[in-house]
């Protein structure tokens, strides 16, 4: 069984342009999270959707991020315009659904590194 | 705030030794805890979880334990193993949020 997909996993950027991240889910999971990892840190929680509806954005900064999954699968993470403080690994995850949340599956990341 | 920590950033153990992994938890209306590991380049993957209910849960050479008098949570590892070189994280979850709070994570070495 595929796991979650991400890509890019590498990402260098200079400050003030935009950058998207991509995330394919475990197939027949409905609910999709986006994370935020910096060094050394855990993961911390930036936005959750159940199927394409978002249900949980409060810690999405939400003057630069942007976050969708229009057909309730994938979903991709924007970030326009980067500062030098969202270098971080940007994590995505699924799960079956929100009920037994804490069984998240864990993509490999996309690190962001931005000059 | 809520929070979750771990008590060192690093741990070094000798292979064959087993490794006890510790973490302090702040939020008593925890459903969950959990531990996950996480090896460089890839995301956190589930280790095992314990239900606030229990006290000691075991799964495949992993033993966690909570201590809620005192908010204590453990991994322990049995005879550790090259790959289990990883950094090991404890979280929390309440089952209404469906939030998980990560801690700060405990680089595992294993010595040879």
């Known amino acids: 069984e595929a796991g979650v997909v991400q890509s890019p996993r590498y990402k260098i950027i200079e400050k003030k342009q935009p950058v998207a991240f991509w995330c394919n889910p475990i197939s027949g999971h409905n609910t999709l999270y986006w994370y935020r990892q910096n060094l050394g840190q855990g993961p911390e929680l930036l936005i959750r959707y159940e199927n394409e509806e978002a249900v949980d954005d409060s810690q999405l900064p939400k003057d630069r991020f942007s976050a969708e999954r229009l057909k309730g699968v994938d979903s991709t993470l924007k970030i326009q315009p980067a500062e030098l403080g969202d270098s971080a690994v940007y994590l995505c995850?699924?799960?079956?659904?929100?009920?037994?949340?804490?069984?998240?599956?864990f993509g490999p990341g996309t690190r962001l590194t931005v000059l | 705030g809520e929070s979750v920590g771990l008590h060192l950033p690093t741990l070094s153990v000798q292979e064959g030794d087993n490794s006890i992994i510790n973490c302090a938890y702040s939020?008593?209306?925890?459903?969950?805890f959990i531990w996950y590991k996480q090896e460089s380049g890839k995301g956190p993957q589930f280790i095992i979880d314990i239900r606030s209910n229990m006290d000691k849960r075991q799964g495949q050479r992993v033993t966690v334990l909570l201590n809620k008098t005192v908010k204590h949570l453990s991994l322990q590892i049995a005879a550790t193993q090259p790959g289990d070189s990883a950094v090991y994280f404890c979280?929390?979850?309440?089952?209404?949020?469906?939030?998980?709070?990560f801690g700060k994570g405990t680089r595992l070495h294993i010595l040879p």
């Open positions: 979280a929390e979850t309440k089952i209404r949020d469906d939030k998980i709070i």
């Open positions: 939020n008593s209306a925890s459903d969950y």
């Open positions: 995850a699924s799960s079956l659904d929100g009920r037994r949340g804490h069984l998240q599956f």
